[in-house]
């Protein structure tokens, strides 16, 4: 079965121009991946362009644009004797940006992401594309050497901007980078990043976990019945008492995922991965877990329907995004608050919760393989080692010591 093409004004995606992107749409096996042609239109432009009557110059050279970026798109899946997103993709790219900027290049990913619903990260390669801009503006390949980085290093230090987010920055430029070569659009020899060139900083690991001294004041915590308050302390219970789970993939969980006494899922974070050893997380649900979904879960209990009711059907993908990350915001505010009357002197957020998981397994004696299979990791980097699995029996064993006070 050969794809589908078809050209369309993306409305999803206003720009500050009041215009929209023009992309092709390609539809292979009921997926569907949206490609940029370079072309942003209003809607009226975009109606006189498909429309019966006889366009003017510009709007001629307009539509012979987009055509010939439609053209291009055929002739690729004509060539290909296997068609899949990935081989297109590399020679969809190559040929339409082999003289393309670093900042085009910024625009195309981002609007992969856009068109993947990857709401969060389109936020962060924003920032990072951003933020590069204004330390150099019309920045190109050619300027970013271990040399001009170094300085972007200092100049962020200069504002008061974390080690963190020049990570966070800089791994960005770098994902861009690594697409350029594999396009062809510069050169191996211009990559600036690595032993003897420029090494990205990492965030110091400041120690954030909770004592379970601190973990019986919270559990213990009289908030208001039915409160908001309440609500923010049961979640964050919740994420710590379930394997340190983080908020979005605690707001994605279905009915479905119960299974018995366990949770059964995959992280949102790793969902996308093109690995087939994808890791489904599973987690012992404690009494006190199971309390919490009886309080807060919705009524309906349907397979398909969202355990708890913060994101619905009906949101679409930057909405849930939104919404999730003002719960998480929320959860935050009190746990705070919670954590001021209690005089526990550390910042307590969601991440503290999956930091004290993992701190409090490591204390009571589990494995470094455990403790990253319970919390999903999915590379050896991240937790020393990694084994394949664990009986449920162990499981429920450390389950059992996060609240052994």
Known sequence: MKP???????????????????????????????????????????????????????????????????????????????????????????????????????????????????????????SSLKSLTTFKPKLTFEQ???????????WMAGKNKSVTSVGIYLRSLRTIFNEAINIGTVSKEMYPFGKRKYEIPSGRNIKKALTLNDIKKIYTYPSPEGSSEERAKDFWMFCYLCNGINIKDIVLLKFKNIKGDYLEFVRAKTKRSTKTNQKTISIYLVPEAKSIIKKWATENNLADNYIFPVINNEMDAAKQHAVTKQFTKTINKYMDRIAGDLKIDKHVTTYTARHTFSTVLKRSGASVEFIGEALGHSNKKTTESYLDSFEKDTQKEFAKKLLAF
Request: a positive charge; hydrophobic letters at 35%.
């Open 4 to 126: 589908t093409i078809v050209l369309l004004l993306d409305t999803r995606t206003k720009k500050k121009s009041l215009k929209y992107p023009v992309k092709v749409r390609i539809i292979y096996n009921r997926e569907s991946k949206y490609y940029p042609t370079g072309i942003d239109l209003l809607e009226d432009d975009w109606k006189i362009l498909n429309g019966d009557e006889k366009l003017k110059k510009d709007k001629r050279e307009i539509k012979e644009t987009i055509i010939g970026v439609q053209g291009k798109a055929q002739a690729i899946i004509n060539d290909l004797k296997t068609f899949s997103f990935a081989a297109f993709e590399k020679l969809f790219y190559k040929k339409q940006s082999a003289k393309g900027s670093l900042i085009e290049l910024y625009d195309d990913y981002i609007d992969r992401l856009k068109s993947e619903d990857r709401i969060g990260t389109v936020t962060t390669y924003q």
């Open 144 to 154: 970013v050497t271990p040399e001009f980085l170094n300085e972007y290093e200092k």
